[in-house]
């Protein structure tokens, strides 16, 4: 059964730093991972997905990159501020053929401090 | 194009009582996965619709209940409520497999 852990579980941070989120999973069989962020009592975003294939994806100042070897992601964030505040979470599919029940991480809080 | 859309946004309900929320997918999209998230629990898997057809189910009791329309809207019903299914339950729409996920905002639901 595929688990999902992200650490650390919260995180705060002055504006204008570099931050990594991490995100790890146990069964390396995965198709893609996908990174979603949440605003407090709302719905998620997609921000990037990362096929298997694929080592990194890059989206303005969002950078995700996948090692499936080792059952893990990052998401890099650049140059962050207040409006980053958010929950990031992970999720990954079973398998290719598997439909689309995707198993999420616990989540990071993230707080940018102005 | 529009996204996924969700109503009702809030529920307040009695134990005992049932409950139908909906989830229209996007245009096109003809997978649609429902998902129930707790403070306590995270998110968790509820079911996955594709062409009318439930093709995965979590680990949920037999409460927890959907379809799937031919025009892929789908809805989700819990009969029975009881104080745990306070939660916020969500949608996700694809294409068909294993793709990018788009999520509708959600709906609340309060159990008292």
């Known amino acids: 059964k595929q688990e999902v852990t992200q650490i650390p579980a919260a995180l705060s941070v002055p504006e204008g730093e570099n931050l990594v989120l991490n995100c790890s999973f146990t069964?390396?069989?995965?198709?893609?991972l996908q990174w979603f962020r949440q605003d407090p009592g709302k719905g998620l975003t997609s921000l990037l997905l990362i096929q298997s294939s694929q080592r990194e994806q890059t989206s303005g100042r969002l950078n995700a990159s996948l090692d499936k070897s080792s059952g893990r992601s990052t998401l890099y964030i650049a140059a962050s501020q207040p409006g980053d505040s958010a929950t990031y979470l992970c999720?990954?599919?079973?398998?290719?053929?598997?439909?689309?029940?995707?198993?999420f991480g616990g989540g990071t809080r993230l707080m940018v401090k102005p | 194009k529009a996204g996924v859309t969700q109503t009702p946004r809030y529920l307040i309900k009695t134990r005992g009582q049932q409950v139908t929320l909906s989830c229209s997918p996007i245009s096109g999209h003809r997978s649609v996965s429902w998902y129930q998230q707790t403070p306590g629990q995270g998110l968790q898997f509820l079911f996955e619709y594709f062409s009318e057809t439930q093709r995965n189910k979590g680990n949920f009791p037999g409460r927890f209940s959907g379809r799937q329309f031919s025009n892929s809207r789908s809805e989700m019903n819990v009969s029975t409520l009881e104080l745990g299914d306070s939660a916020l339950y969500l949608c996700a729409s694809s294409l068909a497999g294993v793709e990018e996920q788009y999520f509708g905002p959600g709906t609340r639901l309060t159990v008292t």
């Open positions: 069964d390396s069989a995965i198709y893609n």
């Open positions: 999720a990954v599919p079973p398998g290719m053929d598997a439909g689309n029940m995707l198993t």
